[in-house]
């Protein structure tokens, strides 16, 4: 009886002088680590979407939450009239990154992501497009 009461405050009095481990968000942030998978962001070469759409993504995706709607431009090129990922389906797996032949998709640091209305999960192209 007494000595798993003493092991029981040792343990207490030891975590007394410990760093807490939590923080005090939202003053306090926390230190993202490499390869953490946030939400998503297109990226732009020339001034433009590197997505070719070629459909990987959405083929890939487990959650099947990316809808690309392919587009001819004035040069004959292929490219994603619409882009949109549901984030209220994604699990953050991070296929679509990997399917990705162009590089065209990658995953930000950006987690906070709640949200009032169903509509606001809906990142379209131009919203991801304004990711850094
Ligand atoms: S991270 Fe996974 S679930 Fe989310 S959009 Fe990409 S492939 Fe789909
Ligand atoms: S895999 Fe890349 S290029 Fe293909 S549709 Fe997805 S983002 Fe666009």
């Given amino acids: ?59 890939v995706c487990p959650a099947k939450c990316i809808t690309v709607e392919a587009g001819e431009d004035a040069n004959h090129d292929k490219y994603a009239a619409k882009y949109e990922i549901d984030m209220l389906r994604c699990i953050f797996c991070g296929y679509c990154v990997e399917a990705c032949p162009v590089d065209a998709i990658r995953m930000t640091e950006q987690f906070e992501l709640a949200n009032y209305s169903r509509a606001d999960f809906t990142y379209t192209k131009d919203r991801l497009l304004e990711k850094k």
């Fill in 1 to 59: 009886m007494i000595m798993p009461l003493i092991k029981g405050l040792q343990i207490t009095i030891s975590h007394m002088f410990k760093k807490p481990v939590t923080l005090q968000y939202p003053t306090e942030r926390p230190e993202i680590k490499p390869g953490f998978r946030g939400l998503h962001a297109l990226n732009v070469s020339h001034d433009k979407a590197k997505c070719v759409a070629c459909y990987l993504c959405p083929t």
